[in-house]
């Protein structure tokens, strides 16, 4: 696209984040697993103010480079960041079920489920 002097530019690009085209990439955190047709890049990272980022663990971020010829300036290249967000699952009303009656028993309950073996 060519921009003419004295006016300006704007177009809007829309960026697909699949998997299927971002297979052979490095680095790439995934929103489930690589062998999962389904999978798609995983969601950006949203770190509120004051919250320590080193205790999140795995931070997600995306960023797309510009690159424009400007006729005799040279090159320019900016890298701006994006937040990459998956759309809310639709939500399914879940059917409100009454508890079941557990019956009562006369056996003890062992409440130590875990046993370690004597050596």
Request: charged share 25%.
């Amino acid at each position: 696209d060519q921009v003419a002097p004295s006016s300006t530019f704007c177009k809007v690009y829309t960026l697909t984040p699949l998997l299927t085209n971002n297979r052979e990439k490095r680095g790439l955190a995934l929103d489930g697993k690589l062998k999962h047709e389904d999978t798609n890049l995983a969601s950006s990272t949203i770190v509120t103010e004051g919250i320590n980022k080193e205790v999140l663990g795995i931070l997600v971020s995306y960023r797309v480079k510009v690159k424009l010829v400007v006729s005799r300036a040279g090159d320019v290249a900016v890298e701006l960041p994006f937040v990459l967000m998956h759309p809310k699952p639709p939500e399914q009303p879940s059917p409100m079920q009454p508890p079941a009656d557990v019956p009562e028993s006369d056996a003890p309950v062992d409440a130590n489920l875990i046993e370690f073996e004597p050596k």
